[in-house]
């Protein structure tokens, strides 16, 4: 993995973390316990800080980044698609945030919630806990119900125990 200290800060990353060895990693970074960060996913804590919270995953080809200032966060048990766009935004405990989705500056996701596939979260939205979020821009569709619950847990548990595994079993050849 690359990381790189920015202006006399440099990322903090738990030893039971699993950042692959192509992300990058830019100064003001904090990365929980058992979080899993994928390939080429860029992290840059140098206009901002970052926050991901235990047992989040970060999948490939993600970006997290911010304004001057900001504070961009996953709470625990965060899911971010592969390819998706994490901006100066607050991702609550358990939201999963579908591939290609772009969550943009100020906005507050509420827990549990889903925001859909290639969704697009306008600047400042904030939605309730349980929300599914669909489109460009991301608009409210539904609340959520228990099934869909269950089947995002299931998905984040996949992650958390991929970034255990892949300490031990993933090997470059």
Do not use: W
Not at 131 to 160: C, M, W
């Amino acid at each position: 993995m690359a990381i790189y200290m920015f202006e006399d800060t440099q990322p903090s990353i738990s030893p039971s973390a699993f950042v692959h060895p192509s992300a990058v990693l830019i100064g003001d970074i904090v990365v929980g316990e058992g979080c899993y960060i994928g390939p080429g996913a860029s992290l840059r804590g140098d206009f901002g800080s970052i926050v991901i919270e235990p047992e989040s995953n970060l999948q490939d080809n993600c970006v997290m980044h911010g304004t001057i200032g900001s504070m961009t966060v996953i709470h625990r048990r965060g899911h971010v698609g592969h390819g998706a766009i994490v901006h100066g935004c607050t991702i609550g405990e358990d939201v999963l945030v579908g591939m290609n989705a772009v969550v943009m500056d100020g906005c507050v996701i509420g827990a549990g919630s889903i925001i859909g596939a290639c969704s697009m979260v306008r600047a400042g939205f904030i939605c309730e806990k349980a929300s599914l979020l669909v489109g460009a821009p991301a608009k409210l569709i539904r609340h959520l119900n228990e099934r869909d619950f269950r089947k995002k847990r299931e998905a984040t548990q996949r992650y958390i125990d991929l970034a255990k595994r892949c300490h031990t079993d993933l090997k470059q050849c």
